[in-house]
């Protein structure tokens, strides 16, 4: 035993002297664990529980997480969704995203390491949402939903304890960002004019989640227009910024999160996402001599680079990267999600 | 009552890593140093390319960065992979911050 009545055994296993929330939170807080907020005790009962909603083995190896080079078996991972507060039905969510954060196109050692803010959001789609109790109306970037809230905090601590990607020692973000916190939404299928977005990419599954890096939601508020034009105007005014990593990385992607009134408003227009997507590409632009003031170092595509000081300048290289989807209730607020660059999202059937 | 619950680390993973075969030293021959954008690598790796010419009787020939427009974060311009290949026989490159 410690002076503080706590005896650490094992590597796999820590002993608590009571069950009192504030002595796992003081344990965590000295081993430097933890997102500084109150855990739930992950107990054998309560970690095998969430290990009872998957079919894999708690040994099996989701993925290998950067920079610590921490193996994200089942079973820690299942301890780091008790710690969050996730149900167990919640479970297969958490395992599917941490898998998907080993595709390489993530580049999450980038992600976890940089100076930059970006944190993982993870968008829920399909049957799932309602299934689980994910929140795709008002209030989805939160708070107040449990699901939302829940697993996205279990990835971030996933990262934290499992991949490293702690402040200081792992994670170089000069300031962080919220969403470090948790970043989980999903996408409000029920009030989407147009085809799911994974089913825009040609995935055909019940459900499906994405995951894209990037910073905190930029909003964008347009409570007047009837036309599509002049709502987009104000998401292109966002995103036309020297501030983003978009402005000097050509290869990054944007997420524009319409709320269900904006996204109406493009469709009784008979706007595609596409059409979306082209206008954003057109219209959010700044001058090469502008960027080139700004920046000593572009890595921009080889097309960029070759156009004069005056010509017009997107905010990414090719359409493609700019990505439309629906979230959120009514009030006519909608966001851009910039991405930090070197990085790609995925989308996976689940 | 003591209670018992899991670490969340999770171990290790044991990573096998293999060092690639490494170079024939020579003595003669040329060294090139391509820097790769990163705060003082230009420095750094001409130490290291000055040091080692000494030291295998070797000749610093140049130093050179990835091209124009180039940053720590894009490929080196293949005018300049070219050249270093003509020129020397052994270059030095990358540096961390």
């Known amino acids: 035993m410690d002076n503080n009545g706590e005896m650490e055994v094992l590597s796999q296993f820590l002993e608590l002297s009571d069950e009192d929330p504030a002595t796992i939170y003081e344990l965590f807080e000295r081993h430097g664990w933890g997102d500084g907020l109150p855990l739930v005790a992950p107990t054998d009962k309560r970690v095998t529980e969430m290990l009872s909603q998957v079919k894999a083995s708690p040994e099996e190896v989701l993925a290998v997480l950067p920079p610590r080079g921490g193996a994200a078996t089942c079973r820690a991972v299942a301890v780091n969704a008790v710690l969050a507060g996730c149900k167990p039905e919640y479970f297969p969510i958490v395992v599917e995203t941490v898998k998907a954060l080993g595709n390489q196109k993530i580049n999450l050692r980038g992600v ?6 970006v944190a993982p959001l993870l968008i829920v789609h399909g049957r799932v949402v309602d299934e689980l109790g994910f929140n795709s109306g008002l209030g989805t970037f939160g708070p107040g939903n449990r699901a939302n809230a829940t697993v996205g905090r279990a990835i971030r601590l ?13 994670d170089a973000a000069t300031q962080g960002q919220p969403s470090k916190y948790t970043y989980c939404i999903a996408e409000n299928q029920k009030e989407n004019p147009w085809e799911s977005y994974p089913k825009s990419l040609g995935f055909d599954s019940e459900s499906a989640l994405t995951i894209h890096c990037g910073e905190n939601p930029h909003n964008f508020h347009d409570m007047e227009s009837e036309n599509i034009e002049r709502i987009l105007d104000k998401a292109a005014s966002v995103m036309t910024t020297f501030g983003v990593n978009n402005a000097c990385i050509s290869g990054g992607e944007w ?15 008979g706007w595609s996402r596409e059409d979306v997507s082209n206008y954003l590409f057109e219209k959010a632009r700044m001058p090469a001599g502008s960027f080139r003031e700004q920046f000593n170092l572009l890595a921009w595509a080889d097309w960029m680079n070759s156009l004069s000081d005056k010509d017009l300048v997107p905010m990414t290289q090719q359409v493609e990267n700019i990505k439309v989807l629906v979230s959120g209730g009514a009030g006519k607020h909608s966001c851009v999600v910039p991405s930090w660059g070197m990085t790609r999202s995925v989308t996976v059937p689940i | 009552m003591n209670m018992k619950i899991y670490s969340p680390e999770g171990e290790l993973m044991d990573e096998v890593v293999e060092l690639c075969s490494t170079a024939p030293l020579f003595s003669g ?3 090139g140093v391509l820097e790769n954008g990163k705060p003082n690598a230009d420095l750094l790796l001409t130490k290291i390319a000055e040091g080692l010419a000494e030291r295998i ?15 720590a974060a894009t490929a080196c311009n293949p005018q300049v992979v070219g050249m270093l290949a003509e020129e020397v026989q052994l270059v030095l490159t990358g540096s961390a911050d």
Do not use: M
């Open chain 2, 57 to 71: 009787n070797a000749k610093f020939s140049i130093a050179t960065g990835k091209g124009e427009r180039a940053n």
């Open chain 1, 158 to 170: 996933v990262l934290l304890h499992i991949a490293g990607a702690v402040p200081g020692p792992g």
């Open chain 2, 29 to 31: 021959g040329k060294i």
């Open chain 1, 255 to 269: 997420f524009i999160i319409l709320c269900p009134e904006h996204a109406a408003t493009a469709a009784n227009q």
């Open chain 1, 112 to 117: 976890n390491t940089t100076t930059h803010p």
